[in-house]
């Protein structure tokens, strides 16, 4: 990925890189995702592994198949976690 060069007043260069952006600084974004949930057991291993990422708020449309997360993290992140509840994952996308 190319870093974005900034251009100041005083004609030097920085160079702005997202990982050196506190989190706080971030606005965190809705996603909505497809997860193969039949029972309250599928929820609740949603919820573990979201519990366990941190950083999250989430909701769960368990009859609707529908999981509803805001977060800062990228969306990969947040698909590979939905995966290893071990139930098909698709990202919908932003709400």
């Known amino acids: ?14 160079r702005c890189r997202l990982e050196h952006i506190p ?11 497809f ?3 039949t029972c309250e057991g ?9 519990n366990k990422l941190g950083g ?3 909701e769960i449309d368990l009859p ?5 997360i805001e977060s800062d993290k990228d969306t990969d992140v947040l698909l590979e976690t939905l995966k290893k509840t071990g139930k098909a994952a698709n990202y919908i996308g932003p709400k």
């Open 56 to 58: 999250v708020q989430f």
């Open 35 to 37: 997860v193969d949930m």
């Open 23 to 33: 989190s706080c600084f971030l606005k965190s974004q809705k996603h909505e995702f």
């Open 42 to 50: 599928c929820s609740g291993a949603v919820t573990r592994v979201l």
């Open 64 to 68: 609707n198949k529908k999981v509803f």
């Open 1 to 14: 990925m190319r870093e974005p060069n900034i251009q100041y007043n005083n004609n030097k260069k920085y």
